[in-house]
């Protein structure tokens, strides 16, 4: 294990690589090494093998549009008062980033619209083999019109930079809702059923391999379910009309209050970088 990593590791709050279940059934503190190993080899913080076409765009580059049908921009109907639903748009209507980008700043489709500074629309690599989506923004995000931009972002971008992925460079962030919730509430369900069109787009545009939903909400409206995160995390789920991959994990704001569940959300991680790089798990 290089030095850098065992300091990213230790930034995470986890003292050592190597599996606490598996190093006690492994033995020697070499084999404990070797398994470690196995599970997640070296290269796993180098940049990931060209499996998708080179990293053109980092955070805000513009891409050329992947195939998704183009259609006009959706004649989207606002909102009448706080909370109402409105029918989702169809998929791929939005055809590009630019209609997409420029439907979402101007959305009135729910009432958080009264309250936002400005919307969060995302950030990331827009050909991201990993999507990243969290339950929606918070003050600082409202402020800056970036996700995970405060003390949560900072232990995420660690967590990421742990299995060798980046919002610069191969992930794409991005929220259930974009606008703040007030007072940081949780997002309510017909919230995000009227930005489920957004990230639908969104996803439709990046085709990644593998979505994460961080924490119990965002997990809970994606999957429209109201189980508990215990059952959540865990399992493969699959998500949307191209039935992406998704796999749930904890929100890392719960992390900075719960540091004793990082080391389960060092399993996660490493099933998150297994599933990516089709490592059987
Ligand atoms: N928490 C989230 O779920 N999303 C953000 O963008 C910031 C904090």
Same mark, same amino acid.
């Given at each position: 294990?290089?030095?850098?990593?065992?300091?990213?590791?230790?930034?995470?709050?986890?003292?050592?690589?190597?599996?606490?279940?598996?190093?006690?059934?492994?033995?020697?503190?070499?084999?404990?090494?070797?398994?470690?190993?196995?599970?997640?080899?070296?290269?796993?913080?180098?940049?990931?093998?060209?499996?998708?076409?080179?990293?053109?765009?980092?955070?805000? !580059?513009? %891409?050329? +549009?992947?195939?998704?049908?183009?259609?006009? =921009?959706?004649?989207?109907? $606002? /909102?009448? &008062?706080? *909370? #109402?639903?409105?029918?989702?748009?169809?998929?791929?209507?939005?055809?590009?980033?630019?209609?997409?980008? !420029?439907? %979402?700043? +101007?959305?009135?489709?729910?009432?958080?619209? =009264?309250?936002?500074?400005? $919307? /969060?629309? &995302?950030? *990331? #690599?827009?050909?991201?083999?990993?999507?990243?989506?969290?339950?929606?923004?918070?003050?600082?995000?409202? !402020?800056?019109?970036?996700?995970?931009?405060?003390?949560?972002?900072?232990?995420?971008?660690?967590?990421?930079?742990?299995?060798?992925?980046?919002?610069?460079?191969?992930?794409?962030?991005?929220?259930?809702?974009?606008?703040?919730?007030?007072?940081?509430?949780?997002?309510?369900?017909?919230?995000?059923?009227?930005?489920?069109?957004?990230?639908?787009?969104?996803?439709?545009?990046?085709?990644?391999?593998?979505?994460?939903?961080?924490?119990?909400?965002?997990?809970?409206?994606?999957?429209?379910?109201?189980?508990?995160?215990?059952?959540?995390?865990?399992?493969?789920?699959?998500?949307?009309?191209?039935?992406?991959?998704?796999?749930?994990?904890?929100?890392?704001?719960?992390?900075?209050?719960?540091?004793?569940?990082?080391?389960?959300?060092?399993?996660?991680?490493?099933?998150?970088?297994?599933?990516?790089?089709?490592?059987?798990?």
């Amino acid at each position: 294990m290089t030095a850098a990593r065992k300091r990213r590791l230790a930034r995470l709050g986890i003292d050592v690589w190597v599996q606490r279940d598996v190093a006690a059934a492994a033995g020697t503190a070499a084999e404990r090494d070797a398994t470690a190993t196995a599970v997640v080899p070296e290269t796993a913080v180098a940049p990931n093998p060209p499996t998708r076409p080179p990293a053109a765009a980092a955070s805000g !580059a513009v %891409v050329p +549009a992947p195939p998704v049908a183009v259609a006009p =921009a959706p004649d989207l109907p $606002t /909102v009448a &008062g706080p *909370g #109402a639903v409105i029918a989702a748009a169809p998929i791929g209507a939005f055809g590009d980033w630019a209609p997409l980008e !420029a439907a %979402v700043a +101007a959305c009135t489709r729910c009432g958080l619209c =009264a309250t936002r500074t400005q $919307t /969060v629309f &995302g950030t *990331g #690599a827009r050909d991201a083999p990993l999507m990243i989506v969290g339950e929606g923004p918070g003050a600082d995000e409202d !402020a800056s019109g970036l996700p995970f931009v405060g003390r949560a972002g900072k232990l995420l971008d660690e967590m990421l930079a742990s299995i060798g992925h980046s919002r610069e460079r191969n992930v794409f962030i991005a929220n259930v809702v974009k606008c703040r919730p007030p007072a940081n509430r949780d997002p309510a369900t017909d919230e995000a059923e009227a930005c489920r069109p957004y990230l639908e787009a969104q996803i439709a545009l990046i085709q990644p391999k593998l979505i994460v939903a961080l924490g119990r909400i965002a997990a809970q409206r994606l999957l429209a379910t109201d189980q508990p995160l215990a059952r959540l995390r865990g399992p493969l789920h699959h998500y949307g009309p191209g039935q992406t991959p998704l796999l749930v994990t904890y929100h890392p704001a719960y992390l900075l209050r719960s540091p004793r569940e990082k080391a389960k959300s060092w399993q996660d991680l490493k099933g998150i970088w297994q599933r990516i790089n089709g490592v059987p798990g």
